[in-house]
């Protein structure tokens, strides 16, 4: 992953961090979503922004987000390794985790 665009990942889950922090969870959730957009090249990054994902899930007790991110963290993980990765996918379980995106 080219370092500026590393960058701009931790940025991004750095803001959502603070946000969580600040209680603006709606804001959290979109940093999260354009971490994971960042950081789908890379398997780490992108299993990472799916754990964070499902952290904040639990933290709010949202059931069904949370049983998306696990879905995700599952599948996710064969998928990107078999070279398949839905560009611009936001990651969150309100999408369809196989659905391409624009930027």
Do not use: C
């Not at 590393?6 to 961090?17: G, H, T």
């Not at 998928?79 to 999408?95: C, E, K, Q, S, Y």
Request: aromatic letters at 6%; hydrophobic letters at 40%; charged letters at 20%.
């Amino acid at each position: 992953m080219p370092s500026n665009v590393k960058a701009a990942f931790r940025r991004e889950l750095n803001l959502a961090r603070a946000a969580e922090m600040a209680g603006d969870y709606a804001l959290a959730k979109r940093h999260l979503e354009r971490g994971h957009i960042l950081g789908q090249q890379s398997y780490l990054t992108h299993m990472e922004s799916h754990y964070r994902m499902f952290r904040l899930a639990r933290k709010l007790s949202d059931a069904k987000e949370a049983r998306g991110q696990l879905v995700r963290l599952i599948g996710a993980g064969p998928f990107h390794l078999a070279g398949w990765v839905p560009i611009g996918n936001t990651g969150g379980a309100d999408v369809s985790p196989t659905l391409p995106m624009p930027i």
